[in-house]
């Protein structure tokens, strides 16, 4: 489970974004983070504390060649789990060995239209994009802003 708040508005508000004053800057995230938890287990009020990536970069990694067989199969296995989850539910209502047989169907007719729509889909494009990737936003550094009037008291905290 997440610790991670709901979007805050608010901060789409502040004129460049990320408000405070920096006390320190990480080059990898996790860092940052633990920085902020040292502020935090020190009893500083780190609701006011920002962790805000620079230098962003979108980066794509390739994973390889997508034809159609392989989208109809990447289909097939996620109409499959849709298909177990509301055979699942549909069995938790029934009693009786018909419960197997909604499980198998909901599983087996998930994965016919799993693959028929990832075949469709794939083919709709016609070849503009005939690979599959995975997406990530990356910083090239992360800093730790806090409120001007509680900088002096973070950075005595965190040691810089």
Do not use: C
Not at 77 to 99: H, M
């Amino acid at each position: 489970m997440s610790n991670v708040a709901p979007f805050d508005p608010s901060f789409a508000n502040q004129p460049g974004g990320a408000r405070g004053e920096v006390v320190a800057t990480f080059d990898e995230y996790a860092t940052a983070e633990a920085a902020v938890d040292r502020l935090s287990d020190s009893g500083f009020p780190v609701e006011y504390t920002e962790i805000v990536g620079r230098d962003l970069s979108l980066v794509e990694k390739v994973t390889g060649r997508l034809t159609p067989a392989r989208a109809a199969a990447a289909g097939a296995a996620t109409g499959a789990w849709w298909g177990l989850f509301i055979g699942l539910l549909v069995g938790w209502f029934t009693t009786g060995s018909e419960w197997i047989g909604l499980v198998v169907g909901g599983l087996l007719i998930g994965a016919v239209w799993g693959a028929v729509f990832g075949f469709v889909a794939q083919w709709a494009t016609h070849g503009r994009r005939d690979f599959s990737s995975a997406r990530g936003i990356i910083a090239g550094r992360y800093d730790v802003n806090v409120p001007q009037e509680l900088a002096d008291r973070a950075r005595q905290l965190l040691g810089s």
